[in-house]
């Protein structure tokens, strides 16, 4: 063995390759080295960087999402506008200075539906895009007690879509930054500011009653706003209200929406064409929620040359734990694509379903109203083959070439707003059809002066028309339009009024249409 090593050491070959490894050896140390030095040397010039702590220079712990725990120290001007915003929540405030400001709200909501708004307490989740609009809203339309609740601070790409966020708000909590900005506007609304994430283990206390002086056992919540873009918090802040009996409604998906035609609010099982609704929508299913939250949701396809949610690159799964990349734990790692206008409109439009709620201002929505054009050429061919019925069993024969003076546009404007969507019997919303509501006294044959025109036009008026299901259209024409009894005989008072009220409608907004 001593041979073999003597042999070998002894060899040429053997103090290249010892040579070679001692040099790199050598080599790497120093670079290492080198690199240390950099390092240490780039870590205190930081440091030195680093101005003290002092009036100037304010700094304070950073919260458990890594963001900053309260709103950075205000200038000159906003000592002011918060100095009197804190006289003017403590009462010192002409109340007459506060109609004034809105009047516009008081003479289209009533002296008793603003009472109602300025003595309502509102919970608004999630302050960026949509909720910020939505703050703003309330809280110009009288709205005087409001919690904030979000834990994410304003960064730069926030300002494309925040409705009061400055560049000098950037890095600071969104519930702080909408305060203060808001106070300047409306000094005698109270905030009640909530730098955290919203979730099930806190909702107790993030949805729990507020009192702002102790002079009473506390105000609870008379609505909630679900302004969340994360499905997890989202589907536990709805489920929490639902639970609890407290009135709530929920803004969609804005991200990767263009078209403000396209909005809807209906309830959260008939929103369709929206992935966070679905998503929503089902894991409310598995927690016994089918129904009974409104939503806020937009009806648009996606299509060519439409921005999408683009699935995330394949190098970035290659780094490791996907969900690493996010902020927080189960929360989205991907920038959403979102047009700036767009959570304004969705923000607008979820305060304005409060604002008019809460004030007992009637709130009648035609949901599923836009893209509905294969209803309508239903329920016009129903109604062009009932009047073609109707006239042939008058004529004891067929009527060739009989029409109606209806429009597509006629069947559209009475079904959704005349009727909502719905029966005017049972108030149901599937397999609907227009019927005239009596027989009118000329019968059903083609109208003679037309027909001295060539024209066959049999005699109808929107304001003839009821919108009733399928089979209730069907017993309406048997019993009432064929038969011998009258619509009093067959319906209640409660129907009949409803009716009567509608058919009214008809003929006012005729003067504008």
């Known amino acids: 063995m001593s041979s073999w090593l003597q042999r070998h050491v002894g060899s040429q070959q053997s103090q290249l390759a010892a040579t070679a490894v001692i040099s790199g050896a050598a080599v790497a140390g120093a670079i290492l080295g080198y690199q240390a030095l950099r390092r240490k040397e780039a870590v205190d010039y930081l ?42 929540q403590q009462g010192d405030y002409d109340d007459d200075l506060i109609l004034e400001q809105l009047a516009r709200n008081r003479v289209f909501l009533t002296d008793e539906g603003l009472a109602k708004l300025r003595s309502s307490f509102i919970v608004v989740v999630g302050c960026g895009g949509v909720g910020s609009h939505a703050v703003a809203a309330l809280a110009r339309s009288g709205v005087s007690k409001i919690r904030l609740i979000d834990f994410d601070q304003v960064t730069l790409s926030s300002l494309n879509r925040h409705a009061v966020a400055t560049l000098a708000d950037v890095g600071t909590p969104k519930v702080h930054c909408i305060r203060k900005r808001l106070e300047q506007i409306v000094p005698w609304v109270k905030f009640d500011c909530r730098n955290q994430l919203f979730g099930g283990s806190v909702a107790d206390d993030l949805l729990a009653p507020w009192s702002w002086d102790d002079s009473d056992k506390g105000q609870k919540p008379d609505y909630v706003l679900d302004c969340i873009d994360n499905i997890t918090s989202k589907v536990e802040l709805l489920h929490y209200c639902h639970a609890n009996s407290i009135p709530v409604i929920s803004a969609m998906g804005a991200g990767c929406k263009s078209d403000p035609t396209r909005i809807m609010v209906g309830d959260i099982s008939l929103s ?95 949901v599923g109203g836009k893209g509905r054009e294969k209803l309508y050429d239903s329920i ?71 027909e001295k025109e060539g024209q066959k036009f049999t005699p109808l008026d929107l304001k003839d028309l009821v919108c009733m299901t399928k089979e209730e259209a069907t017993r309406h024409e048997r019993e009432v339009l064929r038969g011998e009894k009258s619509v009093e005989e067959l319906y209640d008072e409660k129907v009949l009024q409803k009716v009567k009220s509608r058919l009214e409608e008809v003929e006012y907004h005729e003067r504008f249409r």
């Open 47 to 88: 440091k030195a960087s680093i101005p003290p702590i002092d009036e100037r220079h304010h700094a304070e712990k950073l919260t458990e999402y890594g963001t900053a725990a309260s709103s950075t120290q205000l200038s000159k001007e906003d000592e002011r506008s918060a100095a009197l915003a804190r006289r003017a």
């Open 272 to 366: 369709t064409d929206d992935p966070l609704s679905r998503s929503t929508r089902r894991r409310l299913k598995l927690l016994g929620v089918n129904s009974g939250i409104p939503v806020v949701f937009s009806t648009e396809k996606p299509g060519p040359g439409k921005a999408s949610l683009l699935p995330l690159a394949e190098e970035e799964f290659a780094k490791g734990q996907v969900g690493e990349l996010g902020v927080l734990p189960d929360f989205r790692v991907r920038i959403l694509p979102v047009l700036g206008t767009m959570p304004a409109v969705f923000g607008y439009t979820v305060a304005n379903h409060v604002i008019c709620d809460i004030a007992g201002y009637p709130n009648d929505y035609n």
């Open 380 to 450: 016009m061919a129903s109604l062009q083959g009932l009047q073609e019925r109707l006239a042939r069993a008058e004529a004891g024969e067929n009527i060739v070439g009989l029409r109606i003076p209806i429009s597509k546009d006629d069947i559209a404007y009475l079904v959704e707003e005349i009727w909502r969507g719905r029966s005017a019997i049972s108030g149901l919303t599937n397999r609907l059809m227009l019927v005239p509501w009596q027989r009118p006294a000329r019968g059903f044959l083609p109208d003679p002066e037309w």
